[in-house]
């Protein structure tokens, strides 16, 4: 069993950043994809970034250049750093672990 939590959420003016970190608990050790999805109110659910456990690292186009993600295996993280936001990055993201998910954190974007 992995437990997912989420935080760094918040509200942040456009043009700005937020840094997401998702801390899990469990047995990690087999799984392969961790990423971040997001769904913001009236959207589908979409894939923002995902990194496997080989290292590989994939970004939705509409996140390219202004998002980061990371992981840290030793302390069990994944964090998400977030720059130059914009009102349509608005959403709940969630973190996930191979079949596993957090609860999400609301990221608003507004002025």
């Known amino acids: 069993q992995v437990q997912l939590v989420e935080s760094g959420g918040g509200l942040v003016q456009p043009g700005g950043s937020l840094r997401l970190s998702c801390a899990a608990s469990g047995s990690i050790s087999s799984i392969v994809f961790m990423g971040w999805y997001r769904q913001g109110q009236g959207k589908e659910r979409e894939l923002v970034a995902s990194?496997?456990?080989?290292?590989?690292?994939n970004y939705a186009d509409s996140v390219q250049g202004r998002f980061t993600i990371s992981r840290d295996n030793a302390k069990m993280t994944m964090d998400l750093q977030m720059n130059n936001l914009k009102p349509e990055d608005t959403a709940v993201y969630y973190c996930?672990?191979?079949?596993?998910w957090g609860k999400g954190t609301l990221v608003t974007v507004s002025s």
């Open positions: 996930v672990y191979g079949g596993y």
């Open positions: 990194v496997t456990s080989s290292g590989y690292i």
